[in-house]
Protein backbone atom coordinates (compact mmCIF):
# COMPACT_ATOMS: atom_id res chain seq x y z
CA UNK A 1 0.00 0.00 0.00
CA UNK A 2 1.46 3.50 -1.12
CA UNK A 3 0.30 4.74 2.47
CA UNK A 4 1.08 4.21 6.00
CA UNK A 5 -2.46 3.44 7.61
CA UNK A 6 -1.29 3.03 10.96
CA UNK A 7 -0.05 6.26 10.75
CA UNK A 8 -3.27 7.66 9.21
CA UNK A 9 -4.70 6.11 12.17
CA UNK A 10 -2.65 7.61 14.79
CA UNK A 11 -3.21 10.81 13.18
CA UNK A 12 -7.36 10.64 13.19
CA UNK A 13 -7.25 9.43 16.97
CA UNK A 14 -5.82 12.99 17.90
CA UNK A 15 -8.80 14.06 15.63
CA UNK A 16 -6.29 15.25 12.71
CA UNK A 17 -7.93 15.51 9.16
CA UNK A 18 -6.22 14.05 6.85
CA UNK A 19 -6.02 15.27 3.12
CA UNK A 20 -8.10 14.79 0.03
CA UNK A 21 -5.88 12.25 -2.15
CA UNK A 22 -5.76 10.40 0.88
CA UNK A 23 -9.06 9.95 1.78
CA UNK A 24 -9.92 9.22 -1.97
CA UNK A 25 -7.46 6.81 -2.00
CA UNK A 26 -8.65 4.89 1.19
CA UNK A 27 -11.92 5.02 0.18
CA UNK A 28 -10.84 3.30 -3.24
CA UNK A 29 -9.50 0.71 -1.01
CA UNK A 30 -11.99 0.30 1.00
CA UNK A 31 -14.98 -0.21 -1.78
CA UNK A 32 -12.54 -3.17 -2.88
CA UNK A 33 -12.45 -4.77 0.79
CA UNK A 34 -16.30 -4.40 1.13
CA UNK A 35 -17.38 -5.25 -2.70
CA UNK A 36 -16.14 -9.01 -1.31
CA UNK A 37 -18.38 -9.11 1.59
CA UNK A 38 -21.79 -10.49 1.47
CA UNK A 39 -25.02 -8.85 2.27
CA UNK A 40 -24.88 -11.41 5.23
CA UNK A 41 -21.13 -11.66 6.66
CA UNK A 42 -20.48 -14.07 9.36
CA UNK A 43 -18.15 -13.20 12.26
CA UNK A 44 -17.60 -15.29 15.50
CA UNK A 45 -17.65 -14.11 18.97
CA UNK A 46 -15.78 -12.58 20.95
CA UNK A 47 -16.65 -9.42 19.22
CA UNK A 48 -18.21 -6.28 20.52
CA UNK A 49 -20.95 -4.04 18.57
CA UNK A 50 -21.60 -0.38 18.87
CA UNK A 51 -24.76 1.21 17.89
CA UNK A 52 -25.33 4.73 16.37
CA UNK A 53 -22.42 7.23 16.58
CA UNK A 54 -23.42 10.32 14.64
CA UNK A 55 -20.45 12.19 14.50
CA UNK A 56 -19.78 12.41 17.77
CA UNK A 57 -16.00 11.61 17.46
CA UNK A 58 -14.63 11.87 21.29
CA UNK A 59 -17.52 9.44 22.50
CA UNK A 60 -16.33 6.87 19.60
CA UNK A 61 -12.61 7.63 21.07
CA UNK A 62 -14.21 6.77 24.17
CA UNK A 63 -15.13 3.63 23.57
CA UNK A 64 -11.96 2.45 22.10
CA UNK A 65 -10.65 3.62 25.16
CA UNK A 66 -13.22 1.61 27.66
CA UNK A 67 -14.01 -0.73 25.06
CA UNK A 68 -10.06 -1.60 24.28
CA UNK A 69 -8.60 -0.84 20.63
CA UNK A 70 -8.22 -2.52 17.44
CA UNK A 71 -7.09 -4.88 16.91
CA UNK A 72 -7.12 -6.32 20.17
CA UNK A 73 -10.86 -6.08 20.90
CA UNK A 74 -13.22 -6.95 17.45
CA UNK A 75 -15.67 -4.12 16.39
CA UNK A 76 -19.06 -4.89 14.60
CA UNK A 77 -20.16 -0.92 14.24
CA UNK A 78 -24.47 -1.43 13.36
CA UNK A 79 -23.87 2.26 11.17
CA UNK A 80 -25.24 5.82 11.37
CA UNK A 81 -21.55 6.75 11.66
CA UNK A 82 -22.54 10.41 10.29
CA UNK A 83 -25.02 13.79 10.61
CA UNK A 84 -25.94 15.49 13.40
CA UNK A 85 -22.53 15.27 15.63
CA UNK A 86 -20.02 17.96 14.79
CA UNK A 87 -16.94 15.23 13.52
CA UNK A 88 -18.88 13.08 10.94
CA UNK A 89 -15.75 13.54 8.65
CA UNK A 90 -13.34 12.46 11.72
CA UNK A 91 -15.41 9.63 13.08
CA UNK A 92 -15.96 8.32 9.18
CA UNK A 93 -12.31 8.17 8.00
CA UNK A 94 -10.96 6.86 11.68
CA UNK A 95 -13.92 4.15 10.83
CA UNK A 96 -12.87 3.37 7.37
CA UNK A 97 -8.95 3.12 8.10
CA UNK A 98 -9.72 1.00 10.97
CA UNK A 99 -11.93 -1.58 8.79
CA UNK A 100 -9.54 -1.32 5.56
CA UNK A 101 -6.31 -1.90 8.27
CA UNK A 102 -7.94 -4.86 10.05
CA UNK A 103 -10.65 -6.19 7.63
CA UNK A 104 -11.51 -9.17 9.40
CA UNK A 105 -11.48 -7.91 12.89
CA UNK A 106 -13.73 -4.84 12.11
CA UNK A 107 -17.30 -4.52 10.60
CA UNK A 108 -18.92 -1.61 9.34
CA UNK A 109 -22.87 -2.35 8.72
CA UNK A 110 -24.90 0.59 6.28
CA UNK A 111 -27.01 2.16 8.83
CA UNK A 112 -30.29 5.36 7.11
CA UNK A 113 -27.59 8.24 7.68
CA UNK A 114 -25.10 6.07 5.03
CA UNK A 115 -26.80 7.64 2.13
CA UNK A 116 -26.54 10.74 -0.12
CA UNK A 117 -29.94 11.58 0.46
CA UNK A 118 -30.04 11.92 4.54
CA UNK A 119 -26.59 13.37 4.68
CA UNK A 120 -27.24 16.59 2.52
CA UNK A 121 -29.63 17.31 4.96
CA UNK A 122 -28.63 16.12 8.28
CA UNK A 123 -25.08 17.70 8.34
CA UNK A 124 -22.50 15.18 6.99
CA UNK A 125 -22.25 16.92 3.51
CA UNK A 126 -21.85 20.64 5.44
CA UNK A 127 -19.41 19.46 7.58
CA UNK A 128 -17.41 17.93 4.32
CA UNK A 129 -17.62 21.66 2.18
CA UNK A 130 -16.63 23.03 5.46
CA UNK A 131 -13.99 21.25 6.46
CA UNK A 132 -12.68 20.76 2.83
CA UNK A 133 -13.86 23.49 0.86
CA UNK A 134 -15.44 21.10 -2.34
CA UNK A 135 -17.86 18.32 -1.94
CA UNK A 136 -15.64 16.11 -3.15
CA UNK A 137 -14.68 14.24 0.93
CA UNK A 138 -18.65 13.72 0.58
CA UNK A 139 -18.66 11.95 -2.74
CA UNK A 140 -15.88 9.82 -2.21
CA UNK A 141 -17.45 8.58 1.53
CA UNK A 142 -21.08 8.31 -0.04
CA UNK A 143 -19.76 6.32 -3.08
CA UNK A 144 -18.31 4.05 -0.93
CA UNK A 145 -21.70 3.78 1.31
CA UNK A 146 -22.83 1.67 -1.41
CA UNK A 147 -20.28 -1.30 -0.70
CA UNK A 148 -21.14 -1.26 2.90
CA UNK A 149 -22.94 -4.58 4.35
CA UNK A 150 -26.21 -4.63 5.45
CA UNK A 151 -26.39 -7.42 8.32
CA UNK A 152 -23.97 -9.60 10.27
CA UNK A 153 -24.82 -12.89 11.77
CA UNK A 154 -22.72 -13.80 15.12
CA UNK A 155 -22.11 -17.36 15.65
CA UNK A 156 -24.82 -18.53 13.49
CA UNK A 157 -27.18 -17.51 16.42
CA UNK A 158 -27.52 -13.90 16.53
CA UNK A 159 -28.48 -11.79 13.75
CA UNK A 160 -27.61 -8.03 13.85
CA UNK A 161 -28.87 -5.15 11.63
CA UNK A 162 -29.18 -1.59 11.65
CA UNK A 163 -33.27 -0.67 11.54
CA UNK A 164 -35.01 -4.30 11.82
CA UNK A 165 -36.56 -6.74 9.89
CA UNK A 166 -38.75 -6.43 6.39
CA UNK A 167 -41.64 -8.17 5.47
CA UNK A 168 -39.95 -9.16 2.48
CA UNK A 169 -37.15 -11.51 4.15
CA UNK A 170 -38.69 -14.25 5.81
CA UNK A 171 -35.23 -16.67 5.73
CA UNK A 172 -31.48 -15.06 5.49
CA UNK A 173 -30.85 -16.53 2.35
CA UNK A 174 -33.79 -13.70 0.88
CA UNK A 175 -31.19 -11.08 2.02
CA UNK A 176 -28.23 -12.60 0.18
CA UNK A 177 -29.64 -11.98 -2.99
CA UNK A 178 -30.36 -8.06 -2.20
CA UNK A 179 -28.54 -5.95 -5.12
CA UNK A 180 -27.11 -3.37 -2.12
CA UNK A 181 -24.33 -1.70 -4.20
CA UNK A 182 -26.53 1.21 -4.56
CA UNK A 183 -28.19 4.57 -2.87
CA UNK A 184 -30.71 3.64 -0.05
CA UNK A 185 -34.21 3.16 -2.03
CA UNK A 186 -37.28 4.54 -0.59
CA UNK A 187 -39.06 1.34 -0.72
CA UNK A 188 -37.91 -2.80 -0.52
CA UNK A 189 -36.35 -5.24 1.43
CA UNK A 190 -32.92 -2.93 1.59
CA UNK A 191 -35.04 -0.01 2.85
CA UNK A 192 -36.80 -2.17 5.69
CA UNK A 193 -33.47 -3.35 7.28
CA UNK A 194 -32.14 0.33 7.61
CA UNK A 195 -35.27 2.05 8.58
CA UNK A 196 -37.68 -0.72 10.68
CA UNK A 197 -37.91 0.05 14.31
CA UNK A 198 -40.09 -3.14 16.96
CA UNK A 199 -42.87 -2.62 18.26
CA UNK A 200 -43.72 -4.42 21.30
CA UNK A 201 -47.70 -3.77 21.56
CA UNK A 202 -47.87 -5.65 18.52
CA UNK A 203 -47.33 -9.06 17.46
CA UNK A 204 -47.09 -8.83 13.03
CA UNK A 205 -45.80 -6.18 10.98
CA UNK A 206 -47.64 -2.57 10.89
CA UNK A 207 -47.57 0.46 8.72
CA UNK A 208 -46.46 3.57 9.83
CA UNK A 209 -48.44 6.13 10.46
CA UNK A 210 -45.89 8.88 8.44
CA UNK A 211 -47.26 6.96 5.62
CA UNK A 212 -44.14 4.53 4.84
CA UNK A 213 -41.83 2.36 6.31
CA UNK A 214 -43.04 -0.70 8.86
CA UNK A 215 -43.01 -1.79 12.52
CA UNK A 216 -42.46 -5.52 13.53
CA UNK A 217 -43.57 -7.24 16.36
CA UNK A 218 -43.59 -10.06 18.84
CA UNK A 219 -44.77 -12.67 16.27
CA UNK A 220 -42.46 -11.26 13.72
CA UNK A 221 -39.78 -11.72 15.90
CA UNK A 222 -40.32 -14.87 16.95
CA UNK A 223 -40.55 -16.11 13.60
CA UNK A 224 -37.52 -14.97 12.18
CA UNK A 225 -35.74 -16.47 14.67
CA UNK A 226 -37.60 -19.98 14.46
CA UNK A 227 -37.37 -19.63 10.27
CA UNK A 228 -33.60 -18.84 10.57
CA UNK A 229 -32.38 -21.14 13.81
CA UNK A 230 -31.10 -18.19 16.02
CA UNK A 231 -31.83 -16.90 19.21
CA UNK A 232 -31.33 -12.96 19.15
CA UNK A 233 -31.82 -9.83 17.06
CA UNK A 234 -29.53 -7.20 17.62
CA UNK A 235 -29.81 -3.68 15.96
CA UNK A 236 -29.31 0.15 16.83
CA UNK A 237 -31.01 3.04 15.26
CA UNK A 238 -33.25 4.11 18.11
CA UNK A 239 -32.41 6.56 21.10
CA UNK A 240 -32.70 5.51 24.87
CA UNK A 241 -32.24 7.14 28.01
CA UNK A 242 -30.41 3.63 29.54
CA UNK A 243 -28.35 3.34 26.57
CA UNK A 244 -29.61 0.04 25.63
CA UNK A 245 -32.90 -1.94 25.60
CA UNK A 246 -34.16 -5.39 25.48
CA UNK A 247 -37.35 -6.39 24.61
CA UNK A 248 -39.77 -9.50 23.13
CA UNK A 249 -38.67 -11.84 26.15
CA UNK A 250 -35.25 -11.28 25.51
CA UNK A 251 -35.33 -11.83 21.89
CA UNK A 252 -34.26 -7.98 20.72
CA UNK A 253 -31.56 -5.92 22.05
CA UNK A 254 -31.17 -1.97 20.66
CA UNK A 255 -27.83 -0.79 21.26
CA UNK A 256 -27.46 3.07 21.48
CA UNK A 257 -23.61 4.38 21.82
CA UNK A 258 -24.06 8.39 21.20
CA UNK A 259 -24.31 9.44 24.65
CA UNK A 260 -25.70 12.57 25.76
CA UNK A 261 -26.96 12.53 21.84
CA UNK A 262 -26.80 15.80 19.88
CA UNK A 263 -25.04 17.18 22.77
CA UNK A 264 -28.56 17.91 24.85
CA UNK A 265 -30.41 14.84 25.27
CA UNK A 266 -28.13 13.46 28.53
CA UNK A 267 -29.31 10.21 27.99
CA UNK A 268 -25.90 7.12 28.61
CA UNK A 269 -24.78 4.85 25.50
CA UNK A 270 -23.30 1.24 25.79
CA UNK A 271 -21.56 -0.76 23.85
CA UNK A 272 -22.52 -4.56 23.85
CA UNK A 273 -19.94 -6.67 24.62
CA UNK A 274 -20.34 -10.57 23.76
CA UNK A 275 -18.57 -13.23 24.62
CA UNK A 276 -17.07 -16.35 23.52
CA UNK A 277 -19.81 -18.54 24.60
CA UNK A 278 -22.26 -15.44 23.28
CA UNK A 279 -22.77 -14.14 26.88
CA UNK A 280 -23.70 -10.31 26.75
CA UNK A 281 -22.83 -7.42 28.87
CA UNK A 282 -23.79 -3.63 27.78
CA UNK A 283 -20.75 -1.60 28.81
CA UNK A 284 -22.59 1.43 29.58
CA UNK A 285 -20.97 4.96 29.90
CA UNK A 286 -21.31 8.97 29.30
CA UNK A 287 -20.35 11.37 27.31
CA UNK A 288 -16.14 12.18 26.62
CA UNK A 289 -14.87 14.68 28.87
CA UNK A 290 -13.75 16.44 25.93
CA UNK A 291 -16.74 17.27 24.57
CA UNK A 292 -16.96 19.85 27.51
CA UNK A 293 -13.77 22.01 25.73
CA UNK A 294 -14.53 21.14 22.10
CA UNK A 295 -18.02 20.91 20.57
CA UNK A 296 -21.26 21.63 21.87
CA UNK A 297 -20.85 25.04 22.15
CA UNK A 298 -20.79 25.33 18.56
CA UNK A 299 -23.62 22.85 17.66
CA UNK A 300 -26.26 24.90 16.06
CA UNK A 301 -28.52 24.15 18.65
CA UNK A 302 -26.87 25.38 21.00
CA UNK A 303 -26.86 28.58 19.77
CA UNK A 304 -31.21 28.79 21.67
CA UNK A 305 -29.00 29.19 24.76
CA UNK A 306 -27.13 32.17 23.38
CA UNK A 307 -28.15 35.38 25.28
CA UNK A 308 -30.17 37.23 22.71
CA UNK A 309 -32.99 39.85 21.93
CA UNK A 310 -35.42 37.18 20.18
CA UNK A 311 -38.55 38.38 19.12
CA UNK B 1 -27.26 37.54 43.15
CA UNK B 2 -29.06 40.42 44.58
CA UNK B 3 -29.16 43.84 42.78
CA UNK B 4 -30.27 47.00 43.63
CA UNK B 5 -30.05 50.26 41.46
CA UNK B 6 -32.04 52.96 39.71
CA UNK B 7 -32.30 51.40 36.86
CA UNK B 8 -31.90 47.91 37.53
CA UNK B 9 -34.75 46.59 39.84
CA UNK B 10 -34.29 44.38 42.60
CA UNK B 11 -34.02 40.94 41.52
CA UNK B 12 -32.62 37.55 42.80
CA UNK B 13 -31.42 34.63 39.96
CA UNK B 14 -30.58 31.17 40.84
CA UNK B 15 -29.16 28.60 39.55
CA UNK B 16 -29.39 25.06 41.00
CA UNK B 17 -29.07 22.23 39.69
CA UNK B 18 -31.32 21.99 36.04
CA UNK B 19 -33.34 24.67 37.76
CA UNK B 20 -32.99 28.59 36.93
CA UNK B 21 -35.11 31.09 38.24
CA UNK B 22 -35.41 34.74 38.59
CA UNK B 23 -37.18 36.68 41.52
CA UNK B 24 -38.45 40.11 40.45
CA UNK B 25 -41.49 42.33 40.73
CA UNK B 26 -43.35 40.08 42.57
CA UNK B 27 -42.86 37.11 40.03
CA UNK B 28 -40.85 33.89 39.99
CA UNK B 29 -40.09 32.51 36.50
CA UNK B 30 -38.11 29.03 36.76
CA UNK B 31 -37.00 26.74 33.65
CA UNK B 32 -35.95 23.54 33.93
CA UNK B 33 -33.60 21.63 31.81
CA UNK B 34 -32.21 18.62 31.82
CA UNK B 35 -32.52 15.30 30.02
CA UNK B 36 -34.86 13.38 28.13
CA UNK B 37 -37.07 10.81 29.92
CA UNK B 38 -36.13 7.45 30.86
CA UNK B 39 -37.76 4.22 30.25
CA UNK B 40 -40.28 3.73 32.95
CA UNK B 41 -41.10 7.91 32.75
CA UNK B 42 -41.95 7.06 28.89
CA UNK B 43 -43.68 4.29 29.49
CA UNK B 44 -46.16 5.92 32.15
CA UNK B 45 -46.82 9.36 30.09
CA UNK B 46 -47.12 7.57 27.33
CA UNK B 47 -49.67 5.23 28.30
CA UNK B 48 -51.16 8.79 30.10
CA UNK B 49 -51.32 9.75 26.77
CA UNK B 50 -52.16 7.02 24.60
CA UNK B 51 -49.65 8.47 22.20
CA UNK B 52 -46.43 7.28 20.37
CA UNK B 53 -43.94 9.67 21.87
CA UNK B 54 -41.38 12.06 20.51
CA UNK B 55 -37.91 10.17 20.12
CA UNK B 56 -36.66 13.08 22.68
CA UNK B 57 -39.20 13.91 25.32
CA UNK B 58 -37.46 15.80 27.81
CA UNK B 59 -40.72 15.06 30.16
CA UNK B 60 -38.81 17.33 33.30
CA UNK B 61 -38.24 20.32 31.23
CA UNK B 62 -40.48 23.68 31.61
CA UNK B 63 -41.02 27.40 32.39
CA UNK B 64 -43.42 28.49 35.00
CA UNK B 65 -44.24 31.82 36.03
CA UNK B 66 -45.69 32.22 38.89
CA UNK B 67 -47.47 35.41 40.08
CA UNK B 68 -46.83 35.50 43.87
CA UNK B 69 -49.44 37.95 44.93
CA UNK B 70 -52.33 36.38 43.47
CA UNK B 71 -50.69 32.80 43.47
CA UNK B 72 -51.59 32.37 39.96
CA UNK B 73 -49.22 30.19 37.87
CA UNK B 74 -48.71 29.83 33.98
CA UNK B 75 -46.75 26.82 32.89
CA UNK B 76 -44.94 25.34 30.06
CA UNK B 77 -44.58 21.71 30.17
CA UNK B 78 -44.05 18.22 28.05
CA UNK B 79 -46.99 16.68 29.15
CA UNK B 80 -49.20 19.98 28.53
CA UNK B 81 -47.69 20.20 25.08
CA UNK B 82 -48.19 16.52 24.14
CA UNK B 83 -51.83 16.12 25.12
CA UNK B 84 -52.73 18.48 22.61
CA UNK B 85 -50.97 16.56 19.68
CA UNK B 86 -53.72 14.35 18.24
CA UNK B 87 -54.02 11.01 19.67
CA UNK B 88 -56.19 9.14 16.85
CA UNK B 89 -57.60 9.17 13.13
CA UNK B 90 -56.34 13.17 12.06
CA UNK B 91 -59.75 14.83 11.00
CA UNK B 92 -60.04 18.08 9.09
CA UNK B 93 -58.55 20.83 10.37
CA UNK B 94 -55.66 18.32 12.20
CA UNK B 95 -53.48 19.17 9.47
CA UNK B 96 -52.48 15.63 9.02
CA UNK B 97 -49.59 14.66 6.20
CA UNK B 98 -47.99 12.07 4.84
CA UNK B 99 -44.14 11.90 4.48
CA UNK B 100 -42.51 13.18 1.06
CA UNK B 101 -42.58 9.28 -0.83
CA UNK B 102 -45.94 7.79 0.95
CA UNK B 103 -48.03 7.59 -2.05
CA UNK B 104 -44.86 5.49 -4.12
CA UNK B 105 -44.42 3.54 -1.15
CA UNK B 106 -47.18 2.34 -1.06
CA UNK B 107 -48.17 1.97 -4.83
CA UNK B 108 -44.99 -0.35 -5.25
CA UNK B 109 -45.52 -2.50 -2.11
CA UNK B 110 -47.76 -5.57 -1.46
CA UNK B 111 -48.11 -7.94 1.22
CA UNK B 112 -44.99 -10.45 0.69
CA UNK B 113 -46.22 -13.83 -0.58
CA UNK B 114 -49.57 -12.79 -1.86
CA UNK B 115 -50.96 -10.14 -3.84
CA UNK B 116 -53.02 -8.17 -1.07
CA UNK B 117 -51.83 -4.26 -1.79
CA UNK B 118 -50.10 -2.84 1.00
CA UNK B 119 -53.30 -0.43 1.71
CA UNK B 120 -55.24 -3.40 3.52
CA UNK B 121 -52.09 -4.48 5.79
CA UNK B 122 -52.76 -3.12 9.58
CA UNK B 123 -51.56 0.59 10.09
CA UNK B 124 -50.44 1.20 13.26
CA UNK B 125 -52.71 2.71 15.56
CA UNK B 126 -53.11 6.48 13.84
CA UNK B 127 -51.88 9.61 15.28
CA UNK B 128 -50.07 13.10 14.47
CA UNK B 129 -46.82 11.22 13.80
CA UNK B 130 -45.66 15.24 13.16
CA UNK B 131 -46.66 16.15 16.78
CA UNK B 132 -47.94 19.51 15.74
CA UNK B 133 -49.23 20.66 18.78
CA UNK B 134 -50.93 24.58 18.77
CA UNK B 135 -49.91 24.35 22.58
CA UNK B 136 -50.21 28.01 24.45
CA UNK B 137 -48.95 26.99 27.95
CA UNK B 138 -51.78 26.40 30.30
CA UNK B 139 -52.68 28.27 33.39
CA UNK B 140 -53.07 26.92 37.37
CA UNK B 141 -56.58 28.22 37.71
CA UNK B 142 -59.45 28.77 35.23
CA UNK B 143 -60.32 32.22 36.66
CA UNK B 144 -59.06 34.79 35.52
CA UNK B 145 -60.09 34.58 31.97
CA UNK B 146 -57.74 35.03 28.78
CA UNK B 147 -60.21 37.66 26.71
CA UNK B 148 -59.80 38.91 23.51
CA UNK B 149 -57.57 42.09 22.94
CA UNK B 150 -58.63 45.50 21.71
CA UNK B 151 -57.11 45.98 18.68
CA UNK B 152 -57.32 49.78 18.78
CA UNK B 153 -55.48 49.72 22.17
CA UNK B 154 -52.16 49.42 21.49
CA UNK B 155 -51.41 49.16 25.36
CA UNK B 156 -52.91 45.51 24.09
CA UNK B 157 -50.64 44.39 22.21
CA UNK B 158 -46.86 42.90 22.60
CA UNK B 159 -44.65 46.32 22.01
CA UNK B 160 -41.90 45.80 19.74
CA UNK B 161 -40.09 48.98 20.22
CA UNK B 162 -40.18 47.63 24.15
CA UNK B 163 -38.60 44.65 23.22
CA UNK B 164 -36.06 45.94 20.63
CA UNK B 165 -34.48 48.19 22.97
CA UNK B 166 -30.81 47.19 24.33
CA UNK B 167 -32.02 47.21 27.74
CA UNK B 168 -29.76 44.87 30.21
CA UNK B 169 -31.26 40.99 30.24
CA UNK B 170 -31.32 39.91 33.90
CA UNK B 171 -32.59 36.42 33.20
CA UNK B 172 -32.31 34.35 29.87
CA UNK B 173 -33.11 30.71 29.57
CA UNK B 174 -34.19 28.19 27.14
CA UNK B 175 -35.78 24.69 27.14
CA UNK B 176 -36.96 22.30 24.54
CA UNK B 177 -40.45 20.36 25.43
CA UNK B 178 -39.05 17.51 22.95
CA UNK B 179 -38.26 17.00 19.59
CA UNK B 180 -38.33 13.78 16.75
CA UNK B 181 -36.65 13.48 13.95
CA UNK B 182 -39.75 11.75 12.18
CA UNK B 183 -37.54 9.15 11.22
CA UNK B 184 -34.88 11.28 8.92
CA UNK B 185 -38.01 12.42 7.06
CA UNK B 186 -37.61 16.17 9.01
CA UNK B 187 -38.10 17.18 12.38
CA UNK B 188 -40.85 18.57 14.81
CA UNK B 189 -39.68 20.42 17.85
CA UNK B 190 -40.87 22.54 20.75
CA UNK B 191 -38.89 24.82 22.15
CA UNK B 192 -39.25 27.66 25.03
CA UNK B 193 -37.04 31.27 25.18
CA UNK B 194 -37.72 33.71 27.68
CA UNK B 195 -36.21 37.04 28.69
CA UNK B 196 -36.38 39.16 31.59
CA UNK B 197 -35.55 42.87 31.48
CA UNK B 198 -35.50 45.72 34.10
CA UNK B 199 -39.20 47.01 33.22
CA UNK B 200 -40.52 43.54 31.25
CA UNK B 201 -40.55 39.48 31.06
CA UNK B 202 -40.92 38.37 27.41
CA UNK B 203 -41.57 34.34 26.11
CA UNK B 204 -41.43 32.76 23.07
CA UNK B 205 -42.80 29.27 22.56
CA UNK B 206 -42.20 27.62 19.43
CA UNK B 207 -43.65 24.51 17.99
CA UNK B 208 -41.56 23.80 14.41
CA UNK B 209 -42.42 21.19 12.21
CA UNK B 210 -40.26 20.36 8.46
CA UNK B 211 -41.52 17.61 6.58
CA UNK B 212 -38.96 17.18 4.20
CA UNK B 213 -40.29 17.48 0.38
CA UNK B 214 -44.17 18.58 1.83
CA UNK B 215 -43.84 21.76 4.01
CA UNK B 216 -42.72 23.80 6.99
CA UNK B 217 -44.93 24.39 9.90
CA UNK B 218 -44.46 26.90 12.62
CA UNK B 219 -46.70 27.89 16.02
CA UNK B 220 -45.93 30.78 18.02
CA UNK B 221 -47.14 31.72 21.51
CA UNK B 222 -45.77 35.21 22.90
CA UNK B 223 -45.91 36.24 26.87
CA UNK B 224 -45.42 39.62 27.39
CA UNK B 225 -45.97 41.53 30.91
CA UNK B 226 -44.77 44.99 31.50
CA UNK B 227 -44.29 45.23 35.36
CA UNK B 228 -45.77 48.36 36.04
CA UNK B 229 -49.39 47.00 34.55
CA UNK B 230 -51.46 44.43 36.41
CA UNK B 231 -51.52 42.88 32.04
CA UNK B 232 -50.62 39.47 30.59
CA UNK B 233 -50.33 39.90 26.66
CA UNK B 234 -50.55 36.49 24.70
CA UNK B 235 -50.22 36.25 21.04
CA UNK B 236 -50.64 33.18 19.29
CA UNK B 237 -49.96 32.55 15.35
CA UNK B 238 -49.42 29.59 12.85
CA UNK B 239 -47.85 29.76 9.55
CA UNK B 240 -47.42 27.08 6.72
CA UNK B 241 -45.12 26.95 3.47
CA UNK B 242 -44.79 24.52 0.95
CA UNK B 243 -41.07 22.99 1.35
CA UNK B 244 -40.19 24.06 -2.04
CA UNK B 245 -40.78 27.77 -1.14
CA UNK B 246 -38.34 27.58 1.99
CA UNK B 247 -35.90 25.69 -0.02
CA UNK B 248 -35.99 28.06 -2.76
CA UNK B 249 -34.71 30.85 -0.09
CA UNK B 250 -31.36 28.63 0.27
CA UNK B 251 -28.27 30.95 -0.70
CA UNK B 252 -26.77 27.26 -1.57
CA UNK B 253 -29.21 25.08 -2.82
CA UNK B 254 -26.97 22.00 -2.39
CA UNK B 255 -26.65 22.50 1.46
CA UNK B 256 -29.69 22.44 3.36
CA UNK B 257 -28.84 22.20 6.35
CA UNK B 258 -30.30 25.65 6.99
CA UNK B 259 -33.54 23.84 6.63
CA UNK B 260 -33.20 22.54 10.06
CA UNK B 261 -32.35 25.56 11.68
CA UNK B 262 -35.78 26.96 13.47
CA UNK B 263 -34.61 30.15 13.69
CA UNK B 264 -33.67 30.38 9.67
CA UNK B 265 -37.04 29.43 8.61
CA UNK B 266 -38.79 31.75 11.11
CA UNK B 267 -36.46 34.38 9.69
CA UNK B 268 -38.00 33.46 6.17
CA UNK B 269 -41.75 32.76 7.78
CA UNK B 270 -41.69 36.32 8.84
CA UNK B 271 -40.75 37.53 4.98
CA UNK B 272 -43.24 35.87 3.33
CA UNK B 273 -46.88 37.29 2.55
CA UNK B 274 -49.22 36.10 4.98
CA UNK B 275 -51.52 35.28 2.01
CA UNK B 276 -49.72 32.98 1.22
CA UNK B 277 -47.89 31.30 4.78
CA UNK B 278 -51.41 31.51 7.00
CA UNK B 279 -54.23 30.92 4.17
CA UNK B 280 -55.80 27.57 4.93
CA UNK B 281 -55.69 26.86 0.87
CA UNK B 282 -52.12 27.94 -0.13
CA UNK B 283 -49.52 27.43 2.39
CA UNK B 284 -49.23 24.42 3.27
CA UNK B 285 -52.39 23.54 1.69
CA UNK B 286 -53.54 21.13 4.47
CA UNK B 287 -56.31 22.96 5.79
CA UNK B 288 -54.78 23.33 9.62
CA UNK B 289 -57.05 25.31 12.02
CA UNK B 290 -53.82 26.64 13.36
CA UNK B 291 -52.99 28.96 10.55
CA UNK B 292 -54.35 32.30 12.74
CA UNK B 293 -53.36 34.76 14.81
CA UNK B 294 -54.75 36.18 17.71
CA UNK B 295 -53.83 38.94 20.73
CA UNK B 296 -55.19 37.68 23.95
CA UNK B 297 -55.41 40.03 27.17
CA UNK B 298 -55.14 38.86 30.97
CA UNK B 299 -55.11 40.81 34.10
CA UNK B 300 -54.19 39.96 37.22
CA UNK B 301 -55.33 40.37 40.72
CA UNK B 302 -53.03 41.58 43.72
CA UNK B 303 -54.41 38.15 45.41
CA UNK B 304 -56.80 35.19 44.73
CA UNK B 305 -59.78 37.15 46.60
CA UNK B 306 -60.03 39.99 43.86
CA UNK B 307 -60.38 37.37 41.07
Redesign the interface.
Known sequence: MPFDLDHCIEQLLHKRLLGEPLIREICEKTKEVLMRESNVVHIQAPVTVVGDIHGQFYDLVEIFRIGGYCPNTNYLFLGDYVDRGLFSVETITLLTCLKLRYPDRVQLIRG??ESRA?T????F??EC?RKYGS?NVWIYFTDMFDFLTLSVVIDDRIFCVHGGLS??I?SIDQIKVVDRFREIP???PMADLV?SDP?SD?E??????????Y?FGSQVVRKFLEINHMSHILRAH?????GF?VSFDNRLSTVWSAPN??Y????SASILEIGPGQEMHFNVFEAAPENERDGPQQA?QA???K????? | MTTTSPEIPSHHVDETGVNKSITIHGWKITTTS??????SE?DSLQRELDLTLP??TFGHNSVVLSHEASGWTYTFDTKGALKQVCNKELGPGDGGV??G??????S??T??NSLTP?SE?????????TYTTMYAGHASTSTPQWLPADPEDSSQSIP?AT??K?DP?LY?A?T?LFEDE????GASMY?I?V?VMPTCFFL?GRFSLRV?HVLFRQHDTRLFHDFSSNMLIRETAGWEAPYETIRARLPNP????R???T?WVASIFNELPTRITQNKRSGGGTGWRGLTRRVETILLGRDTQEM
Open positions: NHVQTYGYTIPPSHHEGWDKDFAISPRGAGTQLCMESYCRCGNQSMMIEYFL | TSISNALEMKVHAEAWATRVPVMTVAKPYDWMLTPIYAQLHDNIRRLDDDRTLTDQ
